[in-house]
């Protein structure tokens, strides 16, 4: 329950679990901690910083477990998160921004145990999300008892897209209006910012079966 198969490149697919709320929670928890900072007359637009010194140095387990389902799951929509194991020692902002990190990295380990048996040989980060949050990185590699290999590139959607353009795997559809001029605005700026150049592939091949180079 709660995993997709999705076409992915010709003739393969991809496992995927989805979390509802995943990074998100984390925003909840810097809010919270923003909301009250303000209410003591500290004028601040970001807790993160103040997060991440927090989280600069791994501290041992509290007690403190978050469930950061909070808007639930695709399986069970109504499912909400909860803080438990609460206790006069761990109502702190480190425990509890520890343990938040905790259920996020516990929300992906739990979809990862319900692919079944699936060999996992590298793990692989992207986004911001993990970028962004060394901490969570930890978080991460702790739960999964494996080593967290983010990435070189920071845009990882656009350099597929790119490159599946230039192998011709991927071939994007937009729909729109001219008329009316619905999506154009979109097409173009997608042409712009994801479409690779003309001379980005080496060669072409015709319909006869000759290769021509293009530069």
């Known amino acids: 329950p709660g995993i997709e198969y999705r076409s992915f490149l010709v003739g393969s697919f991809l496992l995927v679990g989805s979390s509802l709320c995943g990074g998100r929670a984390y ?12 209410l003591c007359g500290a004028d601040i637009r970001s807790a993160y910083p103040f997060m991440d010194r927090l989280t600069e140095q791994d501290a041992s387990p509290c007690g403190l477990t978050v469930d950061t389902r909070f808007d639930g799951t ?9 803080i438990t194991g609460i206790s006069v020692d761990n109502l702190t902002p480190r425990a509890l921004t520890d343990g938040f990190m905790d259920g996020i990295a516990g929300e992906l380990y739990g979809l990862y145990r319900a692919m079944g048996d699936v060999s996992v040989h590298t793990l692989i980060g992207s986004g911001n999300g993990l970028r962004a949050n060394p901490a969570l990185c930890r978080a991460v590699s702790r739960r999964f008892g494996m080593l967290l290999t983010m990435t070189d590139t920071r845009e990882e959607a656009a350099l597929a897209l790119h490159e599946g353009i230039i192998a011709g795997s991927i071939k994007p559809v937009y729909c729109g209006s001219a008329a009316k001029m619905w999506g154009v605005i979109a097409m173009l700026d997608a042409v712009a910012e994801s479409f690779p150049r003309f001379t980005a592939k080496k060669e072409e091949t015709l319909e006869d079966g000759e290769k021509i180079k293009i530069d």
């Open 27 to 38: 925003a909840l928890l810097e809010k919270l901690f923003r909301d009250i900072a303000n």
């Open 74 to 82: 695709r399986a069970e929509p109504a499912l909400r998160g909860s």
